[in-house]
């Protein structure tokens, strides 16, 4: 029997490169993700079974500014600008569980479950996912 355990954890920095003074201007970023998974079986023999527990990428640092016509004064335009953070409220956290059978050498079953809290990085935001694959190669 096999077991594999893998764990992931990725930091980024992000520098988008937009013309200065130009009307969107966003600052340098540091992104974050991490990843803990435990699979058990063989994905090309027989039946496996893998749980994982994620947090997708989100940015943890960083302003973007954005400067737009807001209307004439004088016969001439005026810009307003807005700043928004690009740091979410919350941390999104998925918990998965999936289940693959090997039918025959060229089919399979696959079926996940997945729950999500703070989905989309949106404040006591869930979700549910349901899959059922069935793969086969001709």
Not at 1 to 6: D, K, L, Q, V
Not at 69 to 98: C, D, F, I, M, W
Request: glycine share 8%; charged share 15%.
């Amino acid at each position: 029997m096999i077991i594999t355990r893998n764990l992931k954890f990725t930091v980024a920095y992000t520098h988008v490169d937009l013309p200065s003074g130009g009307m969107l201007e966003v600052d340098p970023y540091v992104t974050s993700t991490w990843n803990v998974q435990i699979e058990r079986g063989n994905r090309s023999v027989g039946h496996w079974v893998a749980f994982s527990v994620t947090q997708p990428p989100r940015a943890e640092t960083g302003q973007g500014q954005l400067t737009y016509l807001s209307g004439l004064h004088g016969g001439e335009p005026e810009y307003s600008h807005a700043s928004v953070s690009l740091v979410p409220n919350a941390r999104e956290t998925q918990v998965k569980a999936v289940y693959g059978y090997q039918i025959t050498p060229s089919s399979r079953v696959v079926v996940n479950v997945a729950y999500a809290h703070n989905f989309l990085h949106r404040e006591g935001l869930d979700n549910i996912n349901l899959g059922l694959v069935y793969r086969f190669a001709m």
